[in-house]
Antibody
Framework: QVQLQESGPGLVKPSQTLSLTCTVSGGSISSGGYYWSWIRQHPGKGLEWIGYIYYSGSTYYNPSLKSRVTISVDTSKNQFSLKLSSVTAADTAVYYC??????????????WGQGTLVTVSS | SSELTQDPAVSVALGQTVRITCQGDSLRSYYASWYQQKPGQAPVLVIYGKNNRPSGIPDRFSGSSSGNTASLTITGAQAEDEADYYCNSRDSSGNTVVFGGGTKLTVL
């Protein structure tokens, strides 16, 4: 059973960089065929895709966040990470990591982390 | 367009059938995936592809698609189905991910 677990600071100061790591267990990031995403959810709001990385290191980001986002992968640790720079209170959200797969002409997220709340405040 | 549109809220009487819809240009290229999210929990995949349910999802959940519209149908809604439901897909280019705004389902 694949499991994903987010980790990182729950409180970040404005203008600083938010850094989160997702540790994958029960499966290898290097096995290919999966896209590893970060998704966030503002309090009481819907889901917002941030970006994904493939095990090879190729990435795609949400155009609205692209200038501030970096997603990287460490296959040796079976982890991938998110960095979001110059944060403001508007970046306060629950951050999820999730696995996406192409399946039956669709792109489902079949496994999700439990989510971690990151608050941006001084 | 890279957006997916959902009705903000839908209600259904206990035991009745409800359909939740999702519209967007990308759905002409890919089937939608559907997620159920209960308060304080991570989303759970309930439908993907033409009409596929992951293991453990009750068969009262089904999916369908026509043109640019995808639908999630719950046949015989139960109290535990009260939740937020989100659709998602890749955009038409296949490169980026899009989510619908979510539908809050109330079971009366």
């Amino acid at each position: 059973q694949v499991q994903l677990q987010e980790s990182g600071p729950g409180l970040v100061k404005p203008s600083q960089t938010l850094s989160l790591t997702c540790t994958v267990s029960g499966g290898s990031i290097s096995s290919g065929g999966y896209y590893w995403s970060w998704i966030r959810q503002h309090p009481g709001k819907g889901l917002e895709w941030i970006g994904y990385i493939y095990y090879s290191g190729s990435t795609y980001y949400n155009p609205s966040l692209k200038s501030r986002v970096t997603i990287s992968v460490d296959t040796s640790k079976n982890q991938f990470s998110l960095k979001l720079s110059s944060v403001t209170a508007a970046d306060t959200a629950v951050y999820y990591c999730a696995r996406e797969v192409r399946r039956s002409s669709s792109w489902p997220f079949d496994y999700w982390g439990q989510g971690t709340l990151v608050t941006v405040s001084s | 367009s890279s957006e997916l549109t959902q009705d903000p809220a839908v209600s259904v009487a206990l035991g009745q059938t409800v359909r939740i819809t999702c519209q967007g240009d990308s759905l002409r290229s890919y089937y939608a995936s559907w997620y159920q999210q209960k308060p304080g929990q991570a989303p759970v995949l309930v439908i993907y592809g033409k009409n596929n349910r992951p293991s453990g999802i009750p068969d009262r959940f089904s999916g369908s698609s026509s043109g640019n519209t995808a639908s999630l149908t719950i046949t015989g809604a139960q109290a535990e189905d009260e939740a937020d439901y989100y659709c998602n897909s890749r955009d038409s280019s296949g490169n980026t991910v899009v989510f619908g705004g979510g539908t809050k389902l109330t079971v009366l």
